[in-house]
């Protein structure tokens, strides 16, 4: 299990594990965050949108160009940053221990 560091819009926050090898959308939904990953993580629904924190950003793979449109999808209805990812395409290992997201709009 890996630790993720998990923050609401309204500024509270909460550590939990997540399993490594499985998508980071699954532990954010398994545990109440509020993330519903309505497609089960085939990067269809942008419901399990989120912001990462800036320091972790750039340590993650870059979106892929799915992931890019379906962030430009829900761009339409929620608020993108550069540091938007779906979580369901976020892969949980031992690089990510630490990263800090916090759960994004969806639409
Ligand atoms: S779970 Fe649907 S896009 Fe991530």
Redesign the pocket.
């Known amino acids: 299990m890996t630790k993720v560091r998990v923050t609401w819009p309204g500024g509270s926050e909460q550590e939990l594990a997540a399993g490594k090898g499985r998508?980071l959308?699954e532990a954010l939904?398994d545990n109440n965050t509020g993330?519903?990953?309505?497609?089960?993580?085939?990067?269809?629904?942008?419901?399990?949108?989120v912001y990462v924190r800036e320091d972790w950003a750039g340590r993650l793979p870059p979106r892929t160009e799915d992931?890019q449109a379906?962030l430009d999808a829900i761009g339409e209805l929620v608020e993108i940053r550069p540091n938007s990812r779906?979580?369901?395409?976020i892969v949980v290992d031992d690089t990510l221990a630490g990263i800090s997201v916090e759960i994004g709009p969806v639409p």
């Open positions: 998508q959308m939904r993330v519903q990953g309505t497609c089960g993580g085939q990067c269809a629904c942008g419901t399990c949108h992931e379906m779906l979580s369901c395409q």
